[in-house]
C-alpha cells in the first residue's frame, strides 16, 4: 500500500524560478509525488528552453512569462494559472540571483537587484497567492533559503541579507498565516553541484577542497537530494510544521569544523 502521507496527487504547485538547478530538481520532485507543476521565467526563450528540458526529462511542466518582482505581472499570472491549471495549492518561491562583489565595491543598484528578486519577490508572490489559500483553508508555501541564511561568506553580502531576511520572513508568514491551516517553511541548501556553484566547485579550487572538508559529509549535494524535503514540506507529512527552515547541507551547519589537513 503505498503512504499517501507524501501522495501529491491533485495538487498544483508552482515553482518560481524553476528554469534550471536546485528549482528544476524540486519542480520534478513535486511532479514525480503527483502534483502538476509549473514555472515563471521573465525570459521568453529561457522559459521555451526549460519546457522541453522537462519534456525530454518526461515531464508536461509549463512555464509562464513573468518577472517576479513585477506585482501587475505576478497578479495577472497568477490568475491565468488559476483559471488554466487550478488553485495553486503549493508555491515554492525559488527564483533568486547571486552577485559575488565584496561590499565595497557593489554598487546600491546590484545590492538592491539582489534583495529584489531573493527576497522582495518572496513578499509579492505570495502575498497574492495565500489569499487564494485563505479562502481554501489550505496551502503550503515553501521558500528557498540558504545556509546564507545562518552564515556570511566574503562577496556574498547581498545574497546572504536576502535569504537571511527570507527566513525571518518565512517565520512571519507562518506566524500570520497558521491559522488558516496554511503552512510556511523553507529549504536551506546547503552547497550543491549546479551551474550557479560551478566556478566554485571546479577541481583544484581551493574553495571546493574548503568546502569538502568543511562539510562532514565530505562532498558536494546532489540536486535531487532536495525532492525529498521538498515533498515533505509540500505534503500532508509537514501539515503541523510551520516557519522551519530544513537545511540540507550535509552537516555543514551542524559543526565548527576540524583543523586544516585531519
Ligand atoms: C556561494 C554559493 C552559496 C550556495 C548556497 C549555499 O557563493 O557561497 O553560491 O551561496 O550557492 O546558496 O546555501
Known amino acids: 500500500m503505498t503512504n499517501k502521507l507524501f501522495d501529491l496527487t491533485g495538487k498544483t504547485a508552482l515553482v518560481t524560478g524553476a528554469s534550471h538547478g536546485l528549482g528544476m530538481e524540486i519542480a520534478i520532485g513535486l511532479a514525480e509525488a503527483g502534483a502538476k507543476v509549473v514555472f515563471n521565467n521573465h525570459n521568453a526563450e529561457k522559459k521555451i528552453e526549460a519546457e522541453k528540458a522537462y519534456e525530454k526529462a518526461g515531464f508536461d511542466i509549463k512555464g509562464y512569462l513573468f518577472d517576479v518582482t513585477k506585482e501587475a ?3 495577472e499570472n497568477i490568475q491565468k494559472i488559476e483559471k488554466e491549471v487550478g488553485p495553486i495549492d503549493i508555491l515554492v518561491n525559488n527564483a533568486a540571483i ?3 562583489i565584496p561590499i565595497l565595491d557593489m554598487k546600491v543598484e546590484e545590492f538592491r537587484e539582489v534583495m529584489d528578486i531573493d527576497l522582495v519577490a518572496a513578499f509579492i508572490v505570495s502575498k497574492h497567492v495565500v489569499k487564494g489559500m485563505i479562502e481554501r483553508r489550505h496551502g ?3 521558500n528557498i533559503c540558504s545556509m546564507m541564511s545562518e ?3 566574503d562577496t556574498v553580502a547581498a545574497y546572504a541579507a536576502a535569504k537571511g531576511g527570507l527566513k525571518m520572513l518565512t517565520k512571519s508568514m507562518a506566524t500570520e498565516w497558521a491559522k488558516y491551516n496554511i503552512q510556511v517553511n523553507a529549504i536551506g541548501p546547503g552547497y550543491f553541484a549546479t551551474s550557479q556553484t560551478a566556478s566554485l566547485q571546479a577541481t583544484g579550487n581551493p574553495f571546493n577542497d574548503f568546502i569538502i572538508s568543511r562539510t562532514p559529509a565530505g562532498k558536494w549535494g546532489d540536486p ?5 524535503p521538498a515533498v515533505f514540506l509540500a505534503s500532508e507529512a509537514s501539515d503541523f510544521v510551520n516557519g522551519h527552515v530544513l537545511y540540507v547541507d550535509g552537516g555543514i551547519l551542524a559543526t565548527i569544523g576540524k583543523p586544516v589537513n585531519t
Open 140 to 142: 503550503k508555501i515553501i
Open 98 to 100: 547571486i552577485k559575488r
Open 73 to 75: 505581472e505576478v497578479i
Open 224 to 228: 535531487a537530494q532536495l525532492k525529498g
Open 151 to 153: 552564515l556570511g561568506r
